[in-house]
């Protein structure tokens, strides 16, 4: 299941995943979120709290989010995985190498702090 988090800056969105995440969960939560992020800011500063399994994520979930990052590839500005997996954090932080905007992996206590860093204006 993904929910998406209240209480963080407009110019964000800010989602926790938790359980079985389907595909079902990335359409009817976060691309609707993420598409009118986009369409009101013109870019797409992106949040991910990630409180489960890798393996926890169906193959039309991880699906979803690949479509979802091709669509919007000119439109990131940065994103924020957060999760305790180590090997995790280390691909979302060389993922920037790769695609427009900047990414950045936090571990799951550090949400303030990956907030603060996702919704900043400055380059």
Not at 85 to 103: L, M, R, W
Request: no cysteine; aromatic share 10%; charged share 20%.
């Amino acid at each position: 299941m993904i929910s998406q988090l209240s209480n963080v800056p407009s110019n964000i969105v800010a989602f926790r995943a938790s359980g079985e995440v389907t595909k079902q969960d990335f359409e009817t939560d976060v691309l609707p979120a993420v598409n009118e992020l986009v369409q009101r800011t013109g870019e797409l500063n992106y949040l991910m709290v990630i409180d489960t399994e890798l393996k926890n994520f169906t193959g039309g979930a991880w699906l979803q989010d690949a479509l979802m990052g091709l669509k919007q590839l000119s439109k990131w500005h940065r994103a924020a995985i957060l999760t305790d997996s180590e090997n995790v954090n280390s691909f979302t932080n060389i993922f920037s190498v790769f695609v427009p905007g900047e990414f950045k992996g936090f571990k799951t206590n550090e949400l303030d702090m990956a907030v603060k860093w996702v919704s900043s204006k400055e380059d």
